[in-house]
């Protein structure tokens, strides 16, 4: 994990490309925490990729509600040889829920950005294949948003599937 | 890539009747695989798109196991999250629970004990070999070799065994706890494990007598579904099938957690990619991991299994008679459990399939705001297109089974 001192070194060089594109950082129980703009994330990335974080080991969603922006999408990246980790945030608006796909950056980020768009409705722009991944495919909401009520849905038996949501005829 | 004489015979052969190529005669038929069906490990299904008995692309559809556990986790309080979560990855529960433990740990600042880190290791290396052994069986059972897969069901049955005697249970065993794990391990238990360990060795030379010298097996796997480390890493493959492809990277030696650098143990690598090189790295960990559990046993430090912090873990049960603190942190700790200060964290840890890393995020509430894992199985089976594309359909079997999926954890 980089230190303090490294993650605002590193902030500070994004800053330097561009003035807006890191809006924060965190640092916290040794996790190293970049806050980047929505609009700046893939040179964000893409810097991160030279400077040798080329594995994404992970990209997930995450609702912060009732706090605003609520969601947030994060990606966890890792420098094999320096054997280094660093998290870029970005937070979204659930009125705006939009931002640019990284597939072509990290072809990992295919599925992983699909559950993050099944589970929260995050649309990434440019993604070659925004389907729901794990709900079926009629399914409607996003279930791992705060607000959205578990055990909301009627558990189906013979008498009330015609009601079923997904019912086909 | 090496072909071996069979592929070349058959190479030779003309299939002149068949169409090939993209032209006018050329006809793609779509194969649905699945959802149900013995060769998928689960309930995945998958799209083939097929040009005669060629492979040309291949869609996997998950969801048909999805239980909603990351939901499910953000309604329990931090220990009772382990037990739903430990049944995302229904093959490595020690793992799932040890990355969910550990992120809440590092949330909490929480010190584990010596003796806690040794147990914890013991029992995710016999996790790791149980994992493994239910591979090898059913990857073996998928092309054409019965009776490993009763051999490994033996061996794995000791382990269960094993688990059940220190735990209770033999499957989703909630054994590591926060700060710790759920008890010490039993009088007579050490007996047991030195009696497995002794025997495990013999038993998987044996497995490669059978499998390595055995010619069907040998012509199925080698030079089939073969992908190169620098296209399994861009498509965040972990674990077992980038080191097949040459890639060293395990992150109990990258990045040890829970003691591992106080173990010697090498990391089996391979060096073409394909699905013998994946067969022999899987088959080469049991060693390793026998090994492992040796030094563990060996070494295993005296002292307490879980953390003495009250706030975090239950005081001993003799206590509550005694103490009134002891009533009042039990009282707390069973009806509301513990607060965890805000925070975020991603505890990466190296399962049998890869990194399993557990995400959760708390607001100070006794009850996690997000739990998520990155599981590698998820993962992973992206790599399956590009590594049975252009291949025969009975390689999509075996390289299926090689690729080790388990949908109770690509769904979660």
Known sequence: MPDATELELTAQELHGADGAAILDTEFHRGRAVLIAHRDHIRPVLEHLHRKGYRFLASLHGVDYYPEEPRLGVLYEMLDMERVDRISVKVRLHTEDPRIVSVVDLFPTANVQEREVYDMFGVVFEGHPDLRRILMPEDYEGHPQRRDFPVGGEPILFTYNEAQNYGQWQ | ?412
Not at chain 2, 288 to 307: M, N, R
């Open chain 2, 1 to 412: 890539m090496a072909s071996t004489d069979y592929r070349k015979r058959e190479e030779s052969i003309t299939i002149s009747s068949e169409p090939s190529g993209e032209g006018e005669t050329h006809e793609l038929l779509t194969l649905n695989i699945g959802p149900h069906h013995p060769a998928t490990h689960g309930v995945l299904r998958l799209l083939a798109t097929l040009e005669g008995e060629i492979v040309r692309d291949i869609k996997p559809i998950i969801g048909y196991v999805h239980t909603g556990i990351e939901k499910t986790a953000e309604d329990k309080a931090y220990w009772k999250a382990i037990p739903v979560m430990e049944r995302m990855d229904y093959l490595a529960y020690y793992f799932n629970a040890m990355a969910f433990c550990g992120a809440v740990e590092t949330l909490l600042g929480a010190e584990v004990p010596p003796r806690a880190q040794y147990l914890r290791v013991i029992h995710l290396e016999l996790n790791r070999i149980m994992s493994h052994l239910v591979w090898l069986g059913t990857s073996a059972l998928d092309i054409g070799a019965m009776s490993m897969f009763w051999y490994c069901f033996r061996e794995r049955e000791t382990i269960l065994d094993l688990f059940e005697y220190s735990s209770g249970q033999r499957m989703h065993t909630r054994y590591i706890q926060v700060g710790g794990v759920f008890a010490d391990i039993p009088r007579g238990f050490e007996a047991k494990l030195r009696r497995f360990i002794a025997e495990m060795p013999g038993r998987a030379d044996q497995y490669a007598d059978l499998l390595e010298k055995n010619q069907i097996v040998v012509q199925r796997l080698r030079g089939t579904g073969v992908v190169d480390h620098q296209t399994l890493l861009e498509l965040g493959v972990t674990g077992p099938l980038l080191r097949a492809a040459g890639n060293p990277w395990d992150l109990r030696k990258a990045h040890p957690y829970s003691s591992y650098d106080h173990f010697d143990f090498k990391i089996p690598i391979g060096t073409v990619g394909d699905n013998y090189d994946r067969f022999r790295v899987r088959h080469a960990e049991l060693y390793e991991s026998v090994k492992i559990i040796e030094q563990a046993l060996d070494g295993l430090p005296e002292g307490p299994y879980i953390t003495t912090d009250r706030k975090v873990a239950l005081p001993p049960r003799h206590e509550l008679a005694t103490s009134m603190e002891a009533l009042i942190h039990h009282f707390k700790l069973v009806t509301e459990g513990f607060r965890v200060p805000p925070g975020e964290c991603y505890y990466p840890i190296e399962g049998p399939r890869g990194e399993y890393g557990c995400f959760v995020r708390a607001d100070g509430s006794a009850k996690p705001a997000r739990v998520h894992m990155r599981d590698p199985s998820f993962v992973n089976l992206q790599a399956l297109a590009p590594m049975v594309r252009d291949g025969y359909i009975a390689d999509l079997i075996a390289t299926l089974a090689m690729l080790d999926p388990i949908l109770g954890g690509i769904d979660r």
